[in-house]
């Protein structure tokens, strides 16, 4: 099982819907935020699932966030957190989470803030509002999106992107591979 705490309430986790399909072997769980969304509020979220629930040793247990404007010492913590246990991880996106979506589609190239990031995704998703669908993205575009942000992440950095870049991809990896055991 995996148990993702995310920051967007309804983007990450249809998108991690996609890969909880009805004939997985892994199951997903994304924690449901209400409006809560800084890193901290993310953490404590998890936290909150781990102490009540626990987390089995073929379990795995994620913080899926966006740089967006919190600080470093913020985000810190969070990478701090990830460090503690081997199935611990942290998946950030920079500058957001929909940068990753766009990877599914194009190079990612250009990009520098949230707002670009935005435009450029609804040119692939012209009905895109913060909500995608099984529809809209396939396997083999999943496996170009890990390919696109794995050559960003080149030497791969051991916290988070500091510029454009996301890390997200080695948590969809991680599904892949438990999914193909």
Known sequence: M???ATEGEKTEPQYFAILNNA????????????????????????ESFLKEKGLKASDEAWLVIDKDEWQEEQLAVLYDWSLRKDNYGLALSNPKFEYWLLLHFEEGNGIGS????NRRLTY??????????KSDISEAQIHEAIERARRRDNPPCTD??????????RLVESIIRVEGE
Not at 26 to 46: D, F, G, W
Not at 160 to 169: D, E, H, I, N
């Open 160 to 169: 988070w992107p500091r510029s454009t870049g996301t890390t997200v991809y």
């Open 124 to 133: 692939y998703l012209p009905n895109y509002d913060k909500g995608i669908n």
């Open 114 to 117: 949230g707002e670009a990031c």
């Open 23 to 46: 004939n997985s072997v892994v199951h997903i769980n994304c924690i449901r935020c209400k409006h809560e969304s800084a890193p901290a509020q993310v953490l404590k979220r998890m």
């Open 2 to 4: 995996f148990v993702l």
